[in-house]
């Protein structure tokens, strides 16, 4: 299915806020993953995936999850419909919360991103609440996968 041009344009927008953050040029892993782009270390690894404002749908792939969990600082940004809502969720954050999820189809998590009142929850993963993680871009800079607990206290319930 073709990339729409909305999700073309607001993807590009998020990859030079990104890089800007970082403050060098991301390249991408595989041809074929134009998505999917690393630091010239291999130290960081950022994937954005976009749905349209309407339905907030998303797949990760199990095996794609793995292979971040890899990276010194991984992370997974959810643009929801522009690039001025995205949530930058660190991979291990993301781990954690899907690790009571059963993967479907193609071994892939399908999740729904819910506004509420008080911030983001994926439909699928009621008792987190992502609102720390949106336009979040500095966590890019200083988060790195052993502070997992960050995740953990910063999405439960208060």
Known sequence: MAESELAKQEKQEVWKRIEKTVGFTMRQVAPRRKDWRESPSGELSVFV??????????????????????????????????????LIIPAQCMKELVKDLTPKGREEYKLHII?????????EVPGHNLKPFLNNYGLLRNYYSTTVNFCVTTTRPQ
Request: overall charge positive; proline content about 0%.
């Open 49 to 86: 995936t976009f749905s349209k404002d309407s339905q907030l749908f998303y797949d990760v792939q199990c095996g794609d999850l793995q292979q971040w969990l890899g990276y010194k600082r991984a992370f997974v940004v959810f643009v929801m419909g522009t690039c001025e809502e995205a």
């Open 115 to 123: 506004r509420t009142g008080t911030g983001y929850k994926f439909r």
